[in-house]
């Protein structure tokens, strides 16, 4: 499998994805999630000259896998702002737009960036250093019942309360400032066959929370919404039952809630065609090789 800037990035089902997004040479595409750039350089192997490719993303790191290309243009930015950032662009539409969402393996790999339980590292996990509270400042100043709502609806943890009274406890001596402050905070509240999958789920939790993740993927549906064409495509990488859930709903009836609107003669309004009735899974080859594609699921629809 390619990786991209070797170190930072294995693209998920990136033939699958980019299929997805039907290219036409000539047309203008946005990769919301840079990262290490593997799906937009291969979005930019299937564009012609007049083609181009306007990709997202707010870490920095990204920035070291630029593509020196005519075709392409990096925007330093959360992918929620993609209509402000297009309009400054003159593009008034697209022909397809292509998110990979979650984490990416370069996160999760970074030992100093707070976002995964297996290192000793500050407790950060802002996916844009440059700005933002970290998710030491949610444990340490977030109320009891916010960080169990937190918990519960991020996380889908059944003993968020629990969780966060032994946080709260917890901070009442010392600050949770590190992942091993949190590790012990919370030791013993997870039963040991399972305790990687919940802290899996706890720290996934607060990621979400600190960078907004939820009302950032609603905004950028909504901007993807009026910027694309008539026909254009949407692809779709999901990661957990939460970002899955909005993109369906968001497929089926243009929102987030899933709420359908109809017509006067009942017919259903909705802006989009699902191409892909059965969802797109990665196959066992990519499973085996990017432990990271196992949750993956492909969703790809079109402008009506």
């Known amino acids: 499998m390619i990786k991209t800037a070797e170190t930072y990035h294995v693209p998920v089902l990136l033939k699958e994805s980019v299929d997805g997004l039907d290219i036409k040479p000539d047309g203008v595409y946005i990769d919301v999630t840079f990262g290490g750039g593997g799906h937009s350089k291969e979005i930019l ?5 007049k083609g181009h490719l306007y990709s997202f993303d707010q ?4 920035e070291k896998n630029i593509v020196n290309d ?14 402000n950032w297009m309009r400054y662009y003159e593009v008034d539409k697209i022909d397809g737009l292509l998110a990979d969402l979650g984490v990416s393996s370069h996160h999760l790999d970074d030992e100093n960036r707070g976002f995964s339980f297996r290192y000793e590292a500050p407790l950060d996990m802002r996916m844009n250093k440059r700005a933002g509270q970290t998710a030491a400042d949610i444990l340490n100043n977030y109320s009891e019942e916010q960080i169990a709502d937190i918990l519960y ?3 889908e943890l059944k003993n968020a309360r629990r969780i966060a009274s032994a946080i709260v406890k917890s901070r009442q001596s010392k600050r949770v400032e590190t992942t091993g402050d949190l590790l012990n905070a919370t030791t013993g509240l997870f039963a040991k066959e399972r305790e990687k999958k919940e802290m899996a789920k706890l720290f996934q939790a607060l990621r979400i929370e600190v960078n907004h993740e939820m009302d950032a993927l609603k905004d950028m549906l909504n901007g993807a ?3 694309l064409k008539e026909g254009g495509r949407l692809s779709v990488i999901t990661y957990h039952s939460l970002e899955d859930r909005i993109v369906k709903n968001f497929i089926k009836a243009g929102n987030a809630e899933g709420k359908v609107n109809q017509d006067f003669f009942g017919r259903i309004e909705a802006p989009f065609r699902a191409v892909n009735n059965k969802i797109v899974v990665p196959d066992e ?6 432990p990271r594609s196992r949750s993956a699921k492909l969703r790809i ?4």
């Open 153 to 155: 609806i991020y996380g």
């Open 45 to 49: 192997t299937r564009l012609g000259k």
């Open 225 to 227: 919404q009026d910027l």
């Open 301 to 304: 629809a079109e402008k009506i």
């Open 285 to 290: 080859s990519e499973q085996e090789s990017n």
């Open 59 to 62: 870490d920095a790191d990204a």
């Open 70 to 83: 005519d075709r392409f243009t990096f925007v330093r930015s959360n992918f929620r702002y993609i209509k």
